[in-house]
């Protein structure tokens, strides 16, 4: 016979276990439940939820504003990046595809974007509306200042 102490210890181990799994469970399934009744009640108030994206959307505007005075003010080093692309592109060296690499979008304007500015080669052609979500991210991300 094994003993009683160790054996209550072996049996709330596994229980922690198992207890660990179903609050885990429970976790995900509430979420799913969550994220299905924010769909419906979008659905159910479009007025009401167009409202708070126009909040969502004039909030980030702020922050966008910010970003591009931060921008103006210290970061000479994407200038250098953004002149590097525009001396190359003329020069023939580097071609400016007429499509975004990230949506594939065509027949707007394509700019080059620098996910690190310490690598001006690194080249990445969105459009405009692509790059202002890469800022966007790399803003919220905080990993980077971002950049043109
Ligand atoms: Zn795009
Ligand atoms: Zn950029």
Not at 10 to 34: H, P
Not at 90 to 104: E, W
Request: hydrophobic share 25%.
């Amino acid at each position: 016979m094994s003993d009683p102490k160790e054996y209550a210890r072996n049996y709330y181990q596994k229980n922690k276990e198992k207890i660990k799994r179903r609050a885990l469970n429970y976790q995900k399934q509430n979420r799913e439940r969550t994220n299905a009744k924010n769909r419906k009640w979008r659905a159910d108030n479009p007025e009401r939820s167009a409202q708070i994206a126009r909040g969502v959307y004039e909030r980030r505007k702020d922050s966008l504003k910010e970003y591009r005075i931060d921008y103006k003010l210290q970061n000479w080093e994407k200038m250098r990046c953004k002149s590097a692309v525009a001396n190359r592109v003329r020069a023939g060296i580097l071609k400016k595809p007429d499509f975004c690499s990230r949506c594939g979008k065509t027949g707007c304007r394509i700019v080059a974007h620098h996910e690190d500015y310490s690598k001006p080669n690194d080249v990445v052609w969105v459009c405009c509306s692509c790059h202002k979500l890469l800022h966007l991210r790399l803003v919220e991300g905080k990993d980077h200042g971002g950049g043109f």
